[in-house]
């Protein structure tokens, strides 16, 4: 059974920044890209960035273009993902997933991903 656990969510002011975690379990996470994805209340869930399977490609949204970076460590099982300069736009749920296929690309689609985490919530004060 996969398993995705993130932190590192909190309160945070304008300007600030937070670092999130994603820990996986249950099976071979190098493997797999990840994403990285939030939502707001009333909002679908969006795409914001990620990474494949060996760390050498990265895609993000353009709304966090320059601001956010997504990292993983294989050898500790966990995707990172960076976030300066938050705006209260950045506000919401966060959740990691994990990609459908092995040794995959980076993806934006929901439905590209098959594992997800069960959030963690981000808030950005103005």
């Known amino acids: 059974q996969v398993q995705l656990v993130e932190s590192g969510g909190g309160l945070v002011q304008a300007g600030g920044s937070l670092r999130l975690a994603c820990a996986a379990s249950g099976r071979t996470f190098i493997s797999y890209a990840m994403g990285w994805f939030r939502q707001a209340p009333g909002k679908e869930r969006e795409f914001v960035a990620a990474i494949n399977w060996s760390g050498s490609s990265t895609y993000y949204a353009d709304s966090v273009k320059g601001r956010f970076t997504i990292s993983r460590d294989n050898a500790k099982n966990t995707v990172y993902l960076q976030m300066n300069s938050l705006k209260p736009d950045d506000m919401g749920v966060y959740y990691c997933?994990?990609?459908?296929?092995?040794?995959?690309?980076?993806?934006?689609?929901?439905?590209?991903?098959?594992?997800w985490g069960q959030g963690t919530q981000v808030t950005v004060s103005s």
């Open positions: 997933a994990s990609d459908k296929t092995m040794y995959g690309s980076t993806h934006s689609r929901v439905d590209e991903y098959e594992h």
